[in-house]
């Protein structure tokens, strides 16, 4: 079958042959449909995050990925079960984070992420994986089945938010999503129902089609050259939620200075190194004086992708048709892969739902 892998000391993916994989007992064999694309694959390739299998010169990529049941092999799923498989897997069997159901929550080394680091992805044909870890869909999802994993990750971080904040009255009315990426993008509309009032910032300049996709829901964009994140409070207004979704991170501090009194950022962006200076002092003050938190957040679990299920079911086919601005066979994989203005979010597609 052929799968999508980048190779130890390449910086583009290519096509190559593997055997379809057999389901070991409690797996089931999925028929790939569509795998999505996003930040952290650009940096896996980049070799910036993760990397391949222990021994191995190469990694599948892809861990957005939807498909079809095509061999239950004795799980409680059925042929034709449409399924979107979790991330992360146990490296040496299971752990105490994967048997309480918080892979999320493992920290390094005692998980692998399919398609990121340590494990094969789901860029192929045909993928296997333990039924505890296939989410099913309902089949009307199958096309956009591939958005529940990064929908999951808003979810988680809304979630954990909100925790941090559950130990008083909280009634937060401003969000402000910081980025304007596929993650970014999905967060505001996941944020949509929630919030009064809801800002997408991004350094963009009109016309931009992540613009129209901001506005189309409602929300304002900010624009970081005119309006800096430090600035959010003065031009607009003090945020009760902060969602940084871009890896710039000085957005992670500043994001302190957004937050009205009470107020909550979650850091999802995956920086390099970078040193620079902050006003330590004040921060610190702003943290404490104004009852501020801050949470990181990385990956999500079961439970986050069911919350996405519903969210994503209650997305409007046009935000939809508006952010997936391409969805590619694998004979013009490489158009997935884009990295320009014009790219918002891409999938690659083995396989329709109908060929069943
Ligand atoms: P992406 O498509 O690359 O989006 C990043 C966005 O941030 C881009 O739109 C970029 O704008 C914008 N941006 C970058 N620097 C900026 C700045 N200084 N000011 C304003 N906007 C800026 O990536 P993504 O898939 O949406 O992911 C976003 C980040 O989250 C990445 O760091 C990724 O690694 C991370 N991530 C984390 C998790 C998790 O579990 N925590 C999950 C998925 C992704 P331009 O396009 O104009 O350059
Ligand atoms: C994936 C997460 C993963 C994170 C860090 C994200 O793009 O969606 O599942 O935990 O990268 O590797
Ligand atoms: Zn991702």
Known sequence: ??????????DEPVVTEKPRPEPAAGEALVRT??????????EVIAGEHGGAPEGEDH?????EAVGVVEDPN??????????VPTVRRPPNGANEYFARGEPDMAPAGEYHERGIVGAHGFMAEYFTSPAEFLVEIPPALADWGFLVEPVSIAAKAIEHAHASRSAFHWDPES???????SLGLLAVATLDEAFDRIYCLGRRERPDPTIDVIESLGATYVNSNETPVSSV??????????VEATGHAPHAFETIEALAPNGVGALLGVPGDWAFEVDGGRLHREFVLHNKALVG?????????????DALSRFSASFLDDLVTGVYGIDEFEAAFADDD???????EFGSYEER
Not at 1 to 10: D, F, L, R, S
Not at 59 to 63: E, M, P, Q, R, S
Not at 342 to 348: Q, R, S
């Open 74 to 83: 004795d799980t409680p799923f059925a042929v034709g079960d449409v399924v």
């Open 297 to 309: 957040s990385v990956n999500s679990g079961y439970e986050h992708f069911e919350t996405a299920v």
């Open 233 to 242: 409070p003065a031009a607009y207004e003090p945020m009760d939620f902060v």
């Open 1 to 10: 079958m052929n799968v999508i892998a980048v190779y130890e000391g390449a």
């Open 59 to 63: 990694l599948v990529l892809g861990h």
């Open 175 to 181: 969000a402000l999503v910081l980025g304007n990426g």
């Open 33 to 42: 449909l569509r795998v999505g694309v996003d930040g952290t694959d650009h």
């Open 342 to 348: 014009t790219t918002i979010k891409t999938a690659v």
